[in-house]
T-cell receptor, first 112, second 116 residues
């Protein structure tokens, strides 16, 4: 279960903080994804990258900023978050878009 | 774009009974249908998938059936065990050559509880 890794696994931050979530995949995949998982929306797609190009942004607030420096790494930069942003943030990768996705363990984010 | 509906949202069964989860999709071009299982506190993991050139696929106690005409597919778990308790997600995707930049579209999940 080490194909897709995420750090940190847990994060507590205040509303004025800036933090970043990191995802790394060791599967040679070309596509990477960020999902938000909460009780209200079980798997909410946030961002999609294919070959390091962003291909989808599902109306995500600008306080979330993704970065994909290469096909193996994906970041989610966070700033001035709200308490309702507290959730599990899952990263996933796939060979190409529309293929099966492999998920990381997630980062449990709490915004205080 | 594709829209996937999943039912029921929660399901409780007695150990040893069967469980069935159903999904419908809207895009007739979709041809790949995976199912994911997410145990409490863990990541979603692919458990079985089916492509539109077959109508049924089985792997031990789990099976998936696909009806392309009706645009629905189902997950069947037989002889359920407590360790089957989890949230199950279905998904659908058009073929890579047609999808452009369309990733998998997930259903909202079904929370299955197997009561011992």
């Amino acid at each position: 279960e080490t194909g897709v890794t995420q750090t940190p696994r847990h994060l507590v931050m205040g509303m004025t903080n800036k933090k970043s979530l990191k995802c790394e995949q060791h599967l040679g995949h070309n596509a990477m994804y960020w999902y938000k998982q909460s009780a209200k929306k079980p798997l909410e797609l946030m961002f999609v990258y294919s070959l390091e190009e962003r291909v989808e942004n599902n109306s995500v607030p600008s306080r979330f900023s993704p970065e994909c420096p290469n096909s193996s790494h994906l970041f989610l930069h966070l700033h001035t978050l709200q308490p309702e942003d507290s959730a599990l943030y899952l990263c996933a990768s796939s060979h190409d878009i529309s293929y099966e996705q492999y998920f990381g363990p997630g980062t449990r984010l709490t915004v205080t | 774009g594709e829209n996937v509906e999943q039912h029921p949202s929660t399901l409780s069964v007695q150990e040893g009974d069967s469980a069935v989860i159903k999904c419908t999709y809207s895009d007739s071009a979709s041809n790949y249908f995976p199912w994911y299982k997410q145990e409490l506190g863990k990541r979603p993991q692919l458990i079985i998938d089916i492509r539109s050139n077959v109508g049924e696929k089985k792997d031990q106690r789990i099976a998936v059936t696909l009806n392309k005409t009706a645009k629905h597919f189902s997950l069947h778990i037989t002889e359920t065990q407590p360790e089957d308790s989890a949230v199950y997600f279905c998904a659908a995707s058009p073929p890579p050559e047609d999808s452009g930049n369309t990733p998998l579209v997930f259903g909202k999940g079904t929370r299955l509880s197997v009561i011992a």
